[in-house]
């Protein structure tokens, strides 16, 4: 049994401001130890030892950096079985999902220590001096990425790990070269200090400051609020709810010197179903959406919330399928009561918009918290003319818009929020509609699908997780896969340095092996 | 002689809500023709013509847009002794820094070009499909960055060229695959008109939708607020004063969608004069402190505005050269009538603070608004307790602060705010101090130089014009030099496409013949 405290800078600290203890979403029962909570002065201590960490970590060896990140993947895999199971009973979902995402955690955390090995992430640039140039000569000019600092991490309470304590923000941020200052999610405490113990392992046994990471346990609105406040926190990482998001937000923007804060917030991700998918295999097509929906209790990010379908007999045969298949799925455990509550408004929201109709529900699960997946149904025009039929209900809900012309499909795509997602389903005769979506959806989505499903982000080095506000509040940027990294550097230019004083990556020598831009060019490229 | 109208989406536009000429600085007397202010729904018609011509100038080839940028140079160099002896009158700037600044933007133009051409700002991704991977197939996932949209550019009254009309900021957007609409600076309203001009031209000579840019007058704050609320403009980029930038930062970043707000602001560019240098040839240190204080009248961005000089013997005989250069200097006619009033209220009250004493003033120059080059001392103690003397003095302004010892030095530093530049100048013995001082610049500036002058910015691929807040308003980006094109850009990724379906930049076949990252390595690269 774990205890319930925050580890600071490798040391157990208990807190002194009262505490929390998980609850079981199937049963709504509290178990476990009590979680204590930080004081500000606690939380502080953690900033300011991210801050002394960050002098020493911020010079570390690509061999040192990514030699931690492998360690943090080992420990977490060498305690999956305590971190799955404890995971299980916190989040209530299932054994192979958490077995998965450990699994993603763990190869996430090794394909940025890749990163750090392959080095690109450096961006050097060397536009070497020109001492006959006229009418004035050149100086040498060396550009590379440093870190920004400590960073603050919030996690999410539907990945509780590879958006969480050791996920892609904590390896991203531990790749640039920051520190990080981890905010525990409290719907997932025991999780969230079994992987911050791992980390902390990983810490100790190699030669780093063990100030790098620290676990914190808060109440939520109040230690984010002092973390994004902090003024030793250089920018923040944050996957969770729009309100959160955009209070942390605001709070960065006002500071005597405001620091990016990279939010995935909220989308609806709409799939848009053509007529020529409508000649396809429409019962896989059927099974493809609910799946996607009801996935994870529909409590994924990509979930879609959103589906376009042709109005006439085909797409009313399609429809007919996919309440078949909605009848007969039950309800999943949801991670918390009051996300289920949230989903149960939303859907009730919804619902009570003008010209919405229910299209099919399921059944409710055997367990607390595990509402009927539910879909409810309107018209383009509805849907063009109703703000609020584009809101997210996060959760296993979807709404079923019905449209009939492609013309109404382009113009009703070209006045969304931005999303995380957008995905067209497509057969033959679609091409020229597709490519005008296409075109629409690089203005409003971080990932574009043709066929599949949005659920099942990708980590690699080509996807984005992301998308213009208010899916997040950088679209310049993804918060899943290798780019990640870039969040958390900026550059800086030195000039006619001589090779003694020159950091590592950019000195003649190139100790680190690194690719390197001269003149505009990466060496060993064609022009 | 120019008439006095805007220009949008290639039409002469004249406005209707009042107007302004220009002002000869060196005289104080306007001249020429009055330019008159669009009203609200006039500068509307310029957003419009940007988003309708964003739409397709979105899809140019890199010959297409390319092929813009080089004919744009060469139409202003075509124009050029009319544009030189127009921005004479108008800024008060002798004829060979604006001669070479005809230069310095004509190459900009191309590099921004030849950065098109090459291609490598696509960022393009691509991570294969697995079809047989397990435990789950893998998509084919690829990734590019795509342009954001219109984008708002405000120039700066001290480079009438170089960052204003056809300065970096439009070059990068045009390069990027954005529209500009272009607030004309009242500064300098005929310059920007024959620039303007200029840009039209070449426009009109291309295949591109000529809304992809248009010049608008107005009243500064009534036109700026305008078009960062404007929600068809996409991203914002700006040089000139904290105040202006941060106004347009707020407006920015209240809209129902915020975007980003590219501002460079302001900065007093510490020297750190080391031990060491004062036993090396100190006359040509005076003397090119003199010439980094003076030139342009001091108005650059990266002018040293303090310059730390240690105390004792040495220093005391280097600060009597510098006040010997400083005595024979004539004053230089400023911007503005308005610039050098701030100019003399910033000396005065930089003058009035505790411990603040003068140390050497030139004469006044023999035309209107050109006052005597200043220089003001004081303690490091005095300089680290009084925030109010890290104020920018725009103008020949510099704070000499002495200090004791170099950690002293070192300290002073790490509490400075963010600037564009840091300069250190060493001799012997002065490697260990050099370093220390590089690692807290690594924090605070975007370029740092070991001797030389930061005025001066080479316009090339390892440039960063940029720096920690409040030096600008994102200090993970530059406006000079070819990085600046990533601040018009986000990332996408497209999932599971045909090749027929895909933007070129990702097809198979790869048309554009790009660089491209496949699972994480650049062909051609090794791992």
Known sequence: MTTGTSIIAGREVAGTEGATRAINPATGAAFGPEFSFLSSSQVEEATKAAATAFDTYRDTTPESRSALLDAIAAEIEADAEEIIATAMQETGLPQARLT??????????RLFANVVRQGDFNGVRIDPALPDRTPAPRADIRQRQVPLGPVAVFGASNFPLAFSTAGGDTASALAAGCTVVFKAHNAHPGTGRLVGQAITRAISASDVDPGVFSIVYGRGSEIGQQLASDPRIAAIGFTGSRTAGLSLQDTAAKRRIPIPVYAEMSAINPVFVLPGALAGDTQALAEGFLGSVTGSSGQLCTAPGLIFVPTGEAGDA??????????????QTMLTPGIAQSWAEGKASVARQQGVEPLASGTVGETENAPEPTLLTTTIANFSANEELGEEVFGAFSLVVRYDSTEELVSATAALEGQLTGTIQLGEGDDEVARALVRELELKVGRILIGGWPTGVEVGHAMVHGGPFPATTNG????????????FLRPVAYQSFFEELLPAPLQDSNPWGLNRRIDGTIEGLKK
């Open 100 to 109: 998965g995402e450990v699994g993603r955690t763990a190869n996430q955390l």
């Open 476 to 487: 310049a940027t993804t918060s899943v896969g290798s780019l990640a990294i870039d969040r």
């Open 318 to 331: 399609f429809i007919e399928q996919v309440r078949k298949s909605f009848a007969e799925a039950a309800g």
